[in-house]
């Protein structure tokens, strides 16, 4: 708990989150410490906002928001992203900003290439969404193996096995 406090009581949007009122009438010091996953996801979560509200800044046509999005990703390059879709997907807005503001506006094409170089000089640091957020998986019985979600094939109509790239899809796409 001493750890805790000392490494993460400094950070405010994480202290609020996990500093709630003892339920039941107990005590302060009876709290309980979140555990590694439960950060892992409050991080993955707040990691996950700053993406969308990036997305948010480069898909409207609005200089000023695109130029306020690429000045904050600047300046918080250090620390995000840190996963390798968020990065990825930044990668692919700021590869579509470069291409439209080649010609229109040079100011933010400097910008967007500026941040791109950055990244790119980043990227071997960046750590898949798997090794980052530790996700228990449940066993599951045979029934419900035997009654796995099946996707048509693009041939035929046919029926065939979801598979994992299927599956990582459909949640992108939720």
């Not at 039941?24 to 700053?50: K, N, S």
């Not at 170089?117 to 035997?146: C, G, P, W, Y």
Request: aromatic fraction near 6%; charge should be positive; hydrophobic fraction near 30%.
């Amino acid at each position: 708990k001493a750890l805790y406090e000392k490494e993460c009581g400094k950070i405010s949007w994480l202290r609020a989150h996990y500093t709630r009122r003892p339920q039941h009438g107990g005590r302060e010091a009876d709290r309980e410490v979140p555990g590694l996953r439960e950060l892992q996801t409050r991080v993955l979560q707040v990691a996950l906002q700053a993406h969308q509200a990036m997305v948010f800044c480069f898909d409207s046509k609005d200089y000023s928001q695109i130029r306020n999005g690429l000045t904050v990703l600047n300046k918080i390059l250090p620390e995000f992203p840190v996963v390798l879709n968020l990065a990825q997907a930044l990668e692919k807005r700021i590869l579509k900003v470069k291409e439209e503001e080649k010609t229109t506006r040079p100011d933010l094409y400097a910008l967007a290439m500026g941040y791109s170089a950055q990244l790119n000089s980043k990227r071997s640091t960046f750590i898949a969404e798997d090794k980052f957020h530790l996700v228990e998986k449940k066993e599951s019985n045979t029934a419900s193996r035997n009654s796995s979600p099946a996707r048509k094939d693009s041939k035929g109509g046919k029926r065939r096995e979801e598979t994992e790239s299927d599956k990582k899809r459909r949640r992108r796409r939720i």
